[in-house]
Each structure stands twice: as structure tokens, then as C-alpha cells.
């Protein structure tokens, strides 16, 4: 596709129930991160992949998160039992090298997952 | 602690006209700041990127500045649009292992016809 895609748009769950949210990332972009965006905020940081592995998951708030990339390409972040503050956009960007957030490549953002925990 | 604190939090112009955006850091030791504006509803679009040595940097009628002395950069906006109505969002990025980047809360900007 032409640029990083997200789905689904929007969730609405349950608290407590399980949910996971994918991103496609540019094609060939080594690089993809997630970010979550409340109501009013800017966008913080949750984790890093350089091609499959995660290079930093240090902004996952606590272990009911967990994201993969088992081939490069795709990602999904899962939260388990989620809770009412876990309500947010998640954002999902991908860029072209893996030289870290602190590389000067443009990153491209997804639309976003808007998730409700009701 | 990183910090990344953006005025005005928001602002009303007239189409035409100009503004100017700011962003104030303590993030250190610097790697890069860059300015993103975020339509409603979208993802974050960059804007322009600058590392230590830049001080200017022009994307059509934005125009961001950089003082890594004062750890001051602002956001120009020329002859405005009614579609530069979004949020404008400066993040800083660290230098030297942490790829954790700071960003700001963003400037609501709402043009006017």
C-alpha cells in the first residue's frame, strides 16, 4: 500500500477482555514503532522494532502489553484485560532504516486504532 | 527529566495571515527535534526535521527554527490556509542510546476563513 495502515479504526471492548491491534507498515521499512495518544495529549512512545525484534519496549506501561513482528513486516499489539485507562488512539509509524528514533529518517504514522474500554 | 512544552495551546488566525509556533525543551544530550502537524482524526505528518548544526529549515510555507543554545525552536506559518487548521506537535529526540522521544502536547491551531 501506499502508506502505513491500521485496523481496525476503531475498538470498543469490555474491561477486562483481550484485544489486538495490527499495523502494516510501509512496504520495505525496516522500522515500526507504536505510540498511544490520549484525548488532548501528544503522542508517547510504547515500543520499537528494528525488523522483527524489538529494540526498545521500554514505554509498554506494564506486562497486559506485548507486541510482536514475527516476520518484519506486521505488527500487532496485544493488551490483555484491558482496563478503562487503556483507552486511547493507538498510533503505529514505520520508516525506512533502523537507525533508532534518534535517526533523522521521517517517520510515517498510521490513522490510528481509537480503542473504548467500556 | 525530558521535557517538551509547546505555546501557545492554542490559537485562532485569519486566513492569510501569519503565526508563529513555539517549543521549548530540556532534553539532553540533543539528537534531533522535529515538527509534526496532525489533522483530526489522522496520524502525524512530518513537517521538518533538524539535527544539532541546522538552525533553519523550510517546507513550503512552514518554516521551523532551531536554538540549541537556549533549546528554543519555533514553527512558522506563512499566508495561512483554512487546511492548516490541526494540531502542530514538536518532538525531541535524544542522542547517545535512548530512543525513547519526548513530545510535546501540540498547539491547536484553527484557522478562520
Known amino acids: 500500500g501506499a502508506g502505513v495502515s491500521q485496523t481496525p479504526s476503531n475498538k470498543v471492548t469490555e474491561k477486562g477482555k483481550y484485544v489486538e491491534l495490527r499495523c502494516d507498515p510501509i512496504?520495505?521499512?525496516?522500522?515500526l514503532y507504536w505510540y498511544r495518544q490520549s484525548l488532548g495529549q501528544g503522542p508517547e512512545f510504547l515500543i520499537y522494532?528494528?525488523?522483527?525484534?524489538?529494540?526498545?519496549d521500554s514505554g509498554l506501561p506494564n506486562d497486559r502489553f506485548f507486541a510482536v513482528r514475527p516476520e518484519g513486516s506486521v505488527s500487532t499489539l496485544k493488551i490483555q484485560r484491558t482496563e478503562r485507562g487503556d483507552s486511547a488512539v493507538y498510533l503505529c509509524?514505520?520508516?525506512?532504516?533502523?537507525?533508532?528514533?534518534?535517526?533523522?529518517?521521517?517517520?510515517?504514522f498510521g490513522p490510528g486504532t481509537r480503542l473504548t474500554v467500556l | 527529566k525530558n521535557q517538551v512544552e509547546q505555546s501557545p495551546q492554542s490559537l485562532i488566525i485569519l486566513e492569510g495571515k501569519n503565526c508563529t509556533l513555539q517549543?521549548?525543551?530540556?532534553?539532553?544530550?540533543?539528537?534531533?527535534l522535529r515538527w509534526y502537524k496532525q489533522d483530526t482524526g489522522r496520524g502525524p505528518v512530518s513537517l521538518t526535521i533538524?539535527?544539532?548544526?541546522?538552525n533553519t529549515k523550510s517546507n513550503g510555507r512552514y518554516t521551523a527554527t532551531l536554538d540549541a543554545d537556549t533549546k528554543q525552536s519555533s514553527l512558522h506559518i506563512t499566508a495561512s490556509q483554512l487546511s492548516d487548521s490541526a494540531s502542530y506537535i514538536c518532538?525531541?529526540?535524544?542522542?547517545?542510546?535512548?530512543?525513547?522521544?519526548?513530545f510535546g502536547r501540540g498547539t491547536s491551531l484553527i484557522v478562520h476563513p
Open positions: 509509524a514505520s520508516s525506512l532504516r533502523a537507525g533508532g528514533l534518534t535517526s533523522t529518517d521521517t517517520q510515517y
Open positions: 512496504s520495505g521499512h525496516t522500522a
Open positions: 522494532f528494528q525488523g522483527t525484534g524489538a529494540a526498545d
Open positions: 517549543c521549548n525543551y530540556t532534553v539532553s544530550p540533543f539528537s534531533n
Open positions: 533538524m539535527t544539532f548544526s541546522e
Open positions: 518532538v525531541v529526540s535524544e542522542s547517545g542510546g535512548s530512543y525513547i522521544p519526548t
